[in-house]
C-alpha cells in the first residue's frame, strides 16, 4: 500500500516569477512572526533574572536561593511563574477565533493592524509593570497581538506566494520567530547585566520595537487578491494586485481558479459549520494534528524554559542565557537551511527526517540526565555541555521541519471558502497546546524529572508515524488547487470521494 505521494503540479500553467514586490510585502508581514519570536524568548530569559523573580515571584527565588533541600528539577516549580509564561497563549486562543471574522470580513491586512496595536499596548503595560497583575495583563493583550497576527500572517504568505516558492516564503514565518527569539536571548543576556536590576524591564519593553514597525508597515501592506475576491466583488483590483505580484500581464488561468474560489467562499455563511463536513475531514484533522504534534515534540520547553533548563542542570545565570541564544541561533541556521530546500524535497521528507532527530537527541537527553544529574548538585561542565551539543541538535531537528512546517502546511491546504475558520483553528489548537505545555512543564518537570524527556519522545516518535501515513506531499501544489492531494491518497480518498459522491447526487 502506499503511504504519501508527491503529485506532479500543473500549477506550472500558471505564469509568474518571485517579485521584489511580494518579497517587500511578505518581509512586513513576516514581522509579526519576530514579535511572536521575542515574546517567546523574552519570557524564559527574565524568568530566570534574579532581580525579576525578587520582585514578583519572591517565593521562588527564596527556594532557589536558599532551599537546599528541594530538588534541582523542583525549584522553580510555580503555577504564577509558569502563568506569566502561558496566559500570553490562553488570550491568543480566544484572539484568534474573533480573528477569524476579521480576516474573512475585512481582509488579512486588518487583522494584522489590529494584531500589531495590540502588541504595542502590551509592550508598553509589561515594561512598566511595579506588581503581578500588570505584568500577566500586558502578557495578555500581547496574547491578542499574537493571536491576530498568527491567523492572519502565514495566510497572507502563502496567498502572496507564487506556488513554486510558496514553502520557502511561508517558512519565513517560522525563521522571523527564529530571529525575534534570538534577539530576545541576546537582549536579555545584555540587559541582565544592569546593575540597578530594571534590566528586565528594557527586555520587556523593547516588545514595541518590533510591534511599532508591523502596526506601521500593515498600513502599506496590498490585501491579497483572494481576500479582495473573498469580501468584495472588485475582480479588476484583485487581478491588477495578482498582476503585479506576479509580476507578468498573463495571470489569467490563476485569476480564473481565484474567481471560482472566491464565488464558493460567498456561498458559505457559516465556515466553522462547513468544516466539520466529510469532504473537509482531512484538513479538519491536520488543521488540529499539526498544531498539536508541534506542540508536544517539547520544542517550547526550549523556547520558553531553556534559562531555567540549563540552571537546572547546573549553568549560572548569565551561562545559561548564553546558552539559550546558542540554541536559538542553531534554530534560525536550520529554518533557513529549510526554506532552501523545502520546496524541493519536500514536506514529508522534511517532517520524517527532522522527526528522527528529534527523537533520538529527546532519548539522548534524558539518558544523560538520568544518569548524572540528581536531586541535588549539578552537572559537570563537560555532561553540561554535552546537553547543550545534544539539545542544539534537537533544534536543529526542529528548525528543519516541525517548525517552519507546523506553519506552512496548515495554511495552504485550505479551500478559500474555509481557510480563515480552518487557520482559527490551527492557531487556536496551537496555542491551547503551547498553554498546557507552558502551564505545566515546570510541574511535570518537578515530578518526571528526566522522564519528561522519555514523555515527548514518545509523542515525536507518533507524530513520525502520522506523517508517514497520512499526510500528503504538498510541494509546488496551486493552493486552489490543494484538494486534488486528498482525492489521490490512499487514506483521505475514501472519505472525500464518498461525500462528492454523495453531493453529486443531491444536486442531480
Not at 510585502?25 to 525578587?54: Q, R
Not at 527564529?178 to 528586565?200: F, H, M, Q, S, V
Not at 469532504?279 to 498539536?292: H, T
Not at 520547553?301 to 541564544?325: C, D, H, W
Amino acid at each position: 500500500m502506499a503511504v504519501g505521494l508527491a503529485i506532479t503540479s500543473d500549477g506550472g500553467n500558471y505564469n509568474g516569477r518571485m517579485t521584489p514586490f511580494v518579497v517587500l510585502s511578505c518581509m512586513m508581514a513576516a514581522m509579526g512572526g519576530v514579535i511572536f519570536g521575542y515574546d517567546i524568548g523574552i519570557s524564559g530569559g527574565v524568568t530566570s533574572m534574579e532581580p525579576f523573580l525578587k520582585k514578583f515571584f519572591p517565593d521562588v527565588y527564596t527556594k532557589m536561593k536558599e532551599d537546599t533541600k528541594t530538588s534541582n528539577y523542583c525549584k522553580f516549580d510555580s503555577q504564577l511563574l509558569t502563568l506569566f509564561t502561558s496566559s500570553l497563549y490562553l488570550a491568543g486562543l480566544v484572539a484568534s477565533f474573533c480573528a477569524s471574522s476579521l480576516t474573512r470580513a475585512f481582509g488579512r491586512k486588518a487583522s494584522i493592524l489590529t494584531g500589531g496595536a495590540a502588541f504595542l499596548s502590551g509592550a508598553a503595560l509589561g515594561g512598566a509593570a511595579y506588581n503581578v497583575y500588570m505584568i500577566i495583563f500586558g502578557r495578555i493583550l500581547l496574547g491578542i497581538g499574537v493571536g491576530f497576527a498568527n491567523q492572519a500572517v502565514p495566510l497572507y504568505l502563502s496567498e502572496m506566494a507564487p506556488a513554486k516558492f510558496r514553502g520557502a516564503i511561508n517558512n519565513s514565518f517560522q525563521l522571523s520567530i527564529g530571529i525575534g527569539a534570538l534577539i530576545a536571548n541576546l537582549i536579555n543576556y545584555g540587559t541582565e547585566k544592569i546593575k540597578d536590576g530594571r534590566g528586565w524591564r528594557i527586555s520587556l519593553a523593547l516588545a514595541a520595537v518590533p510591534a511599532f514597525i508591523l502596526t506601521l508597515g500593515a498600513l502599506f501592506l496590498p490585501e491579497t487578491p483572494n481576500s479582495i475576491l473573498q469580501h468584495s466583488n472588485n475582480h479588476e483590483k484583485a487581478k491588477r494586485i495578482l498582476q503585479r505580484v506576479r509580476g507578468t500581464e498573463d495571470v489569467q488561468a490563476e485569476f480564473d481558479d481565484l474567481i471560482k474560489a472566491g464565488e464558493i467562499s460567498k456561498t458559505i455563511k457559516h465556515p466553522f459549520k462547513n468544516i466539520i463536513q466529510r469532504r473537509y475531514r482531512p484538513q479538519l484533522v491536520m488543521s488540529v494534528a499539526i498544531p498539536f504534534f508541534q506542540q508536544v515534540t517539547g520544542i517550547n520547553v526550549i523556547a520558553f524554559y531553556a534559562p531555567i533548563l540549563f540552571r537546572t542542570i547546573g549553568l549560572k545565570e548569565s551561562a545559561s542565557l548564553l546558552s539559550a541564544a546558542v540554541t536559538g541561533s542553531v534554530g534560525i541556521c536550520t529554518t533557513f537551511i529549510s526554506m532552501l530546500v523545502v520546496d524541493k524535497v519536500g514536506r514529508r521528507f522534511l517532517l520524517i527526517n527532522g522527526g528522527i532527530c528529534m527523537f533520538v537527541m529527546q532519548i539522548l537527553v534524558g539518558g544523560v540526565m538520568a544518569a548524572k544529574l540528581g536531586d541535588h548538585g549539578g552537572l559537570s561542565k563537560g555532561h553540561a555541555f554535552l546537553v547543550l551539543v545534544l539539545i542544539c541538535l534537537y533544534v536543529a531537528g526542529f528548525g528543519l521541519s516541525w517548525g517552519p512546517l507546523g506553519w506552512l502546511i496548515p495554511s495552504e491546504i485550505f479551500p478559500l471558502e474555509i481557510r480563515s475558520a480552518g487557520q482559527s483553528i490551527n492557531v487556536a489548537v496551537n496555542f491551547l497546546f503551547t498553554f498546557i505545555v507552558g502551564q505545566t512543564f515546570l510541574s511535570m518537570l518537578c515530578h518526571f524529572k528526566y522522564g519528561l524527556f522519555f514523555f515527548f519522545g514518545g509523542w515525536v516518535a507518533l507524530m513520525t508515524a502520522f506523517v508517514y501515513l497520512l499526510l500528503p506531499e504538498t510541494k509546488n501544489v496551486p493552493i486552489e488547487q490543494m484538494e486534488r492531494v486528498w482525492r489521490k491518497h490512499w487514506f483521505w480518498n475514501k472519505i472525500v470521494e464518498v461525500d462528492n459522491e454523495v453531493i453529486n447526487k443531491t444536486e442531480a
